[in-house]
């Protein structure tokens, strides 16, 4: 199976932030900044593996500034590295002030995704991804690190639920 260059996996979605999406004091909810992080890694995801895609697990998410209504909302993803049938995907989310021009970095996440058979809907190996500028080699490094942080965690999360 050939592997794919980074580049072939990078997505941008921009959304303005609804009055619907408000609360109480006029600033987007985290919960459609969560729901719009899982689009966009999938968007990746999927572009990666040229098939169906499930979310496995989503790391910590820090809101650095909030997003208020009316603002327009950028993110942009990759996949950060392969591992047979799961991947790691970086967001970065960052907001536009399109009156002043401002614009700051809001959040970043890796979410990893489980690529999925068609026919039996039982993971299934992707093709590796082939990182080529120094920023991709370095994320593709630590995505390797990140990747034994959370199967340590499933592990202790598995141990305390057969304790419980």
Known sequence: MEGRAVRESVSEIAEFALPI????????LGGRIMHLVDLAAATAA???????????S?????FLHPV?????????????RVFRSSMEVGVKVTVEDLRTGE???TNSCYLTFVALDD?????VAI??????????????????????ARLDQKRQALNHEEQS
Not at 58 to 62: A, L
Not at 68 to 80: A, W
């Open 119 to 123: 026919e039996t809907g039982r993971p």
């Open 103 to 105: 614009v700051q970095h």
């Open 68 to 80: 208020r209504i009316g603002q327009l909302v950028t993110l942009k993803s990759s996949v950060n």
């Open 58 to 62: 989503v790391d910590s998410m820090t």
């Open 46 to 56: 999927m572009r990666h593996a040229r098939r169906s895609v499930v979310t496995a």
């Open 127 to 148: 093709p590796s991804v082939i990182p080529v500028s120094d920023t991709e080699q370095r994320r593709y490094a630590e995505a390797g690190i990140r990747r034994v």
């Open 21 to 28: 999406y408000a609360n109480p004091l006029g600033y987007l």
